[in-house]
Nanobody, 123 residues
Framework: QVQLVESGGGLVQAGDSLRLSCAAS????????TGWFRQAPGKEREFVAA????????RYGDSVKGRFTISRDSAKNTVYLQMNNLKPEDTAVYYC????????????????WGRGTQVTVSS
């Protein structure tokens, strides 16, 4: 019902910043949360951050806490992930997904996914 498109990825150096966008279209509703996940080669998909529709509740993975900030612009149906002080270990394909209204960190609880955007951080 909701189509998600990620954008904003690219190649940067360690210490640089990027802002990812997750644009939603189609039949959107105000009863779901949006999460960001990432997957690096040979690794399991990892929870990065999530935000409720209202934007009042947020959660971050331990590896990005203090460096990344999630936000949303409801008028644009877009969720953002501001990534500061990027590290080579942040290199991955970043996916956004929507799911249950309450924030969860498990990928299996999200039933709608975008196709991902590549983030590469060089040393």
């Amino acid at each position: 019902q909701v189509q998600l498109v990620e954008s904003g990825g690219g190649l940067v150096q360690a210490g640089d910043s990027l802002r990812l966008s997750c644009a939603a279209s189609g039949r959107t509703f105000s009863d779901y949360s949006t999460g960001w996940f990432r997957q690096a080669p040979g690794k399991e998909r990892e929870f990065v951050a999530a935000i409720t529709w209202s934007g009042l509740s947020k959660r971050y993975g331990d590896s990005v806490k203090g460096r990344f900030t999630i936000s949303r612009d409801s008028a644009k149906n877009t969720v953002y992930l501001q990534m500061n002080n990027l590290k080579p270990e942040d290199t991955a394909v970043y996916y956004c997904a929507t799911g249950y209204a309450i924030i969860h960190t498990e990928a299996a609880t999200y039933n709608n996914w975008g196709r991902g955007t590549q983030v590469t951080v060089s040393s």
